[in-house]
């Protein structure tokens, strides 16, 4: 038998997972919000917490979007109805965005990456979605030598005010 899980492990709002390599990973030029259509079990799985979007990117069918390789852990409490861990989610956006969309993603090199899912203020299901090109490594280099160059910055000026 599963084991019971207190109401008070739930997330009612706020982040449930980010996607920390998509800024490293790729130049993200525009950010989109998005509802997902999502299963009763796949909802309070999320609620667990019990999602990895580190894989996931988006994809274009049938003039839909779809958020492909979005990982979220059966529910242990499931009962006779379940969940494909890895299936394609719809996502639920305007039309207008989903034809810019398509539109930059037809052009080459152009990716729709997930950078966080989250529960807004009504207490919904979000993904922010990133459209972006993938970086080369030298721009990651870059982007790591300024990173470090900040951190740097900001220690000197704190010994500098004691």
Same mark, same amino acid.
Request: proline share 0%.
């Given at each position: 038998m599963?084991?019971?899980?207190k109401s008070?492990f739930f997330?009612t709002?706020?982040?449930?997972?980010?996607?920390?390599? %998509?800024?490293?990973?790729?130049?993200?030029?525009e950010k989109f919000?998005?509802?997902?259509?999502?299963?009763?079990?796949?909802?309070k799985?999320?609620r667990?917490?019990?999602?990895?979007?580190?894989?996931?990117y988006?994809i274009?069918?049938d003039g839909?979007?779809?958020?492909s390789?979005?990982?979220?852990?059966?529910?242990?409490?499931?009962?006779?109805?379940?969940?494909?861990?890895r299936?394609?989610? /719809?996502?639920?956006?305007? %039309?207008?965005?989903?034809?810019?969309?398509?539109?930059?993603?037809s052009?080459?090199g152009?990716?729709?990456?997930a950078?966080?899912?989250f529960?807004?203020? /009504?207490g919904? %299901?979000k993904?922010e979605l990133?459209?972006?090109?993938g970086?080369?490594m030298y721009?990651?280099?870059?982007?790591?030598?300024e990173r470090?160059?900040?951190?740097e910055?900001?220690?000197?000026m704190?010994? %500098?005010?004691?």
């Open positions: 599963a084991k019971k899980v008070s997330i709002s706020g982040q449930v997972a980010q996607n920390r390599r %998509a800024h490293f990973d790729y130049e993200i030029s919000i998005a509802g997902i259509e999502l299963k009763g079990t796949e909802v799985s999320l667990l917490g019990h999602c990895n979007i580190n894989d996931a988006g274009e069918k839909e979007i779809f958020i390789n979005m990982s979220i852990s059966e529910y242990a409490n499931k009962g006779y109805e379940s969940h494909a861990e299936r394609e989610r /719809r996502l639920l956006l305007k %039309a207008k965005e989903i034809k810019q969309i398509i539109g930059e993603l052009k080459k152009s990716t729709l990456v950078t966080r899912v529960f807004n203020d /009504r919904l %299901a993904i990133g459209l972006g090109k970086k080369k721009d990651k280099r870059e982007t790591q030598k470090d160059w900040t951190r910055k900001q220690r000197i704190i010994n %500098a005010n004691r």
